[in-house]
């Protein structure tokens, strides 16, 4: 079984990261979204340096949101998703390979961005730490409500909006939670674990609601 | 090992496509399945690999532990190929999906008349070599059930002539082949199933 899943993971990643595959798109939209900020607020590095962090929440948010509406549509064209049902692996564990499998070839990439952006925000080393910490624990989950929303919009053509008007409602938690422990770190009124804990547990929800859902949602659209 | 269909029936979009469908078959028994476009041959074939369920009826595997859809091979229309990647990479991918031993993957292209693709990316092949190594899939892994949609397609007259070697050889180690198809296809003493069509 284990091979099984591996093998898929295996397989998403080379193919994320070969030409066409789109796993550099997250960054360059990332590091556009952060870019443009300071143009529009003004050189203004106090005022920068406060937003920092929401900004690079939301610039990782909205990048994360990119392809995931590919994440079964294109093995659903293919004719690939169909053997996956046959494959001696239950759906829900298969569909988490995908989902890490992307996250990696996406996700992962924007963490590694996140503190290089944040220089370009004056942000202090403290909350740079605080910020990429943050988001190694949400962006995960970010890409596991987007399986769920992948998933029903299988079927669908172009559903690129679609996907993210799903998640985005469902992701609202992990950026108040996100950014809320950021500002704990720097202005130190409240401890950074008590909402850094709830990021945590918002995550493993999803991580655990991602793949189930997402298989329900398989079965559901083959009839 | 024993294949049992009992009194399926299909409906799609509110059509009956057939039903009271019964069947047997044992090892080494082969299935094809006839009828004009829009018959229900493929939903047939995807009900009993258990991608669509039934409106009524059911499939059962008698004398084995494994679920239905772990016993079957499925090729259908579509090569469920993986353009970006290597000829190699889409089987190799596919022989640890599925796993449970099989032919190795050179050995299995160089059979099938492709060996010397291995290293192509698959967006780059013809049909007809597609087809050819979505039917390499049967042999990368091994379950005794091949359910294979309108396998002739595309293949040449080589490809036709290699297919039914296989299916021989398949039914001679005791597998079970059902096939939908409008070509003749190469299958002695296969029983023969004709979906009438819409009522």
């Known amino acids: ?223 | 090992m024993r294949l049992l269909a009992e009194g399926l029936g299909s409906a799609r979009g509110g059509r009956t496509l057939f039903q009271g469908l019964s069947f047997a078959l044992g090892a080494g028994d082969s299935l094809v399945v006839v009828g004009p476009n829009g018959s229900g041959k493929t939903t047939l074939l995807r009900l009993i690999a258990g991608l669509l369920p039934p409106t009524a009826g059911r499939i059962i595997l008698a004398d084995s532990e494994d679920p239905v859809a772990e016993s079957v091979h499925f090729v259908g229309h579509l090569d469920a190929l993986k353009g970006a990647l290597t000829l190699g990479e889409n089987l190799a991918f596919y022989k640890s999906l599925f796993g449970g031993g099989g032919d190795a993957v050179d050995e299995t292209l160089g059979r099938m008349g492709i060996g010397t693709l291995a290293m192509l990316p698959a967006e780059v092949l013809s049909a007809g070599q597609r087809r050819r190594a979505a039917l390499a899939r049967l042999l990368v892994s091994h379950r005794p059930i091949w359910l294979l949609d309108e396998p002739a397609n595309a293949l040449d007259a080589d490809g036709q002539i290699l297919l039914a070697r296989l299916m021989q050889e398949h039914r001679g180690r005791g597998g079970i082949v059902i096939a939908a198809t409008h070509a003749r296809l190469d299958l002695p003493a296969a029983r023969e199933i004709s979906l009438a069509g819409a009522a």
Not at chain 1, 62 to 74: H, K
Not at chain 1, 97 to 113: E, I, N, Y
Not at chain 1, 207 to 219: K, Q, S, T
Request: aromatic share 6%.
């Open chain 1, 1 to 223: 079984m284990s091979a099984a899943l591996a093998a898929i993971l295996k397989r998403d990643l080379k193919l994320a990261l070969r030409a066409g595959g789109g796993a550099g798109i997250g960054v360059i939209f990332f590091l556009a979204v952060v870019v443009i900020v300071p143009f529009a607020v003004g050189p203004d590095l106090p005022l920068l340096k406060r937003i920092g962090a929401a900004v690079l929440w939301i610039g990782a948010l909205l990048a994360s949101l990119l392809g995931l509406e590919r994440i079964f549509a294109a093995d659903h064209e293919d004719g690939s998703l169909d053997l996956l049902f046959l494959a001696p692996v239950p759906l829900a564990l298969a569909a988490a390979a995908k989902a890490l499998a992307h996250w990696v070839a996406t996700g992962l990439p924007l963490v590694v961005m996140a503190p290089i952006l944040g220089l370009m925000l004056g942000i202090d080393a403290r909350s740079l730490v605080a910020v990429t910490a943050t988001l190694v624990v949400g962006t995960p989950a970010v890409t596991f409500i987007g399986l769920l929303a992948g998933a029903l919009a299988v079927t669908l053509p172009r559903s690129g909006l679609l996907v993210a008007v799903l998640v985005l409602p469902l992701a609202i938690p992990l950026l108040i939670f996100g950014v809320a422990a950021t500002d704990a770190a720097v202005t130190g009124e409240i401890p950074f674990g008590a909402p850094f804990r709830l990021l945590c547990a918002i995550s493993l929800f999803f991580f655990v609601l991602g793949p189930i859902a997402a298989a329900a949602a398989l079965r559901y659209a083959r009839e």
